[in-house]
């Protein structure tokens, strides 16, 4: 069976997204009354095992690929640093070569972009970027998953990020110029992208806006999108806290935006900092929606990456 290494969305791009996308609303819907982790009808892949290699911390990630391999018929071997020989020193190739021989697939959630490169190079089986510190496709799969099921199509899309440009960021920037939606970018100056996502952004036909006005990348936008501002083990917390403090989005930022806006945030949230309570826990908020929508479009990634939807 073929398979195909997903650590960035570009590795998929944007027709195989769209299919993705409506892979998981068919699954999403399909699954109506079931148990979550009852197998969906079709189990397409009974018997396989992915392994789950943890060197970050994860909730969202570790329960969604749990759960999603559960809803597709397989199951799910998980490792950390702590309790694997990576902690010890082990190569990434040699894990690569190992875990080859012994399960069907690889999702790797690490610090170093180039780590997760490593381990697709030397591995034989589909490996998936469950995040690194350059990217994190995969929830901007549930976040567009979760755009459209508000009734929002992506072509001409007006999506204003507030506060830190990180993993996050660069992955909507690289579905923009992708799915043909738009961008506006506001970050404190020395907090700014990665200029290589942003021109990526453009040249596939993106409007990329970069402000440090928080009103002009909140005006008449359809989708805000913000992100804790002070990532794990990140330094210098203070400093830039307080860098970031006018980038918190609240209700007179969401009023600035179209009337049916929704918010976004990947989580966990710092509920008072990146964005206040009556925000997080308002009508448009659809964090939680996003949440979940990790599984399904997960779903859909895990059967692209087996070579099982085109």
């Known amino acids: 069976m073929a398979y195909q290494h997903f650590l960035d969305l570009s590795d998929a791009g944007a027709n ?34 992915l392994a789950l290699v943890f060197e970050k911390n994860s909730t969202r990630t570790r329960v969604s690929f ?6 597709l018929g397989g199951s799910v ?6 309790s694997s020989q990576l902690g010890r020193g082990e190569t990434i190739a040699d894990t690569a070569r190992v875990l080859s021989r012994m399960v069907d697939g690889i999702m790797m959630r690490t610090d170093d972009h180039a780590k997760i490169e490593e381990m697709a190079r030397h591995a034989t089986v589909p490996v998936i970027n469950g995040l690194t510190d350059r990217s994190h496709p995969c929830q901007i799969a549930a976040d567009l998953l979760t755009v459209i099921e508000q009734g929002k199509s992506l072509p001409g899309l007006e ?10 960021l660069h992955s909507i920037l690289e579905a923009a110029g992708l799915m043909k939606f738009n961008v506006r970018v506001a970050t404190p100056t020395g907090y700014e992208p990665v200029v290589e996502f942003v021109d990526k952004a453009r040249a596939g036909g993106a409007t990329i806006t970069m402000t440090q006005d928080v ?4 005006r008449d936008a359809d989708v805000l999108v913000t ?13 830039k806290r307080a860098a970031m403090q006018p980038y918190q989005v609240n209700a007179a930022l969401m009023a600035e935006a179209k009337s049916d806006a929704v918010f976004l945030h990947c989580l966990p949230a710092h509920v008072g900092e990146e964005v206040s309570d009556e925000v997080f826990e308002g009508p448009q908020s659809v964090v939680f929606d996003e949440a979940e929508n990790r599984i399904h479009a997960q779903k859909s990634v895990l059967l692209w990456g087996f070579g099982l939807l085109s």
């Open 16 to 49: 195989v997204i769209a299919a993705m996308i409506a892979d998981a609303v068919d699954r999403k819907a399909a699954r109506t009354g079931f148990g979550k982790g009852q197998p969906d009808s079709d189990a397409p892949l009974a018997g396989k095992v």
């Open 66 to 71: 749990d759960i999603a391999m559960r809803q």
């Open 77 to 82: 071997l998980i490792l950390d640093s702590a």
């Open 159 to 168: 999506v204003a990020w507030f506060g830190d440009g990180n993993n996050v």
């Open 215 to 218: 009103g002009e990348a909140a």
């Open 227 to 239: 992100d804790t501002w002070i990532s794990m083990g990140q330094e210098d917390a203070d400093e």
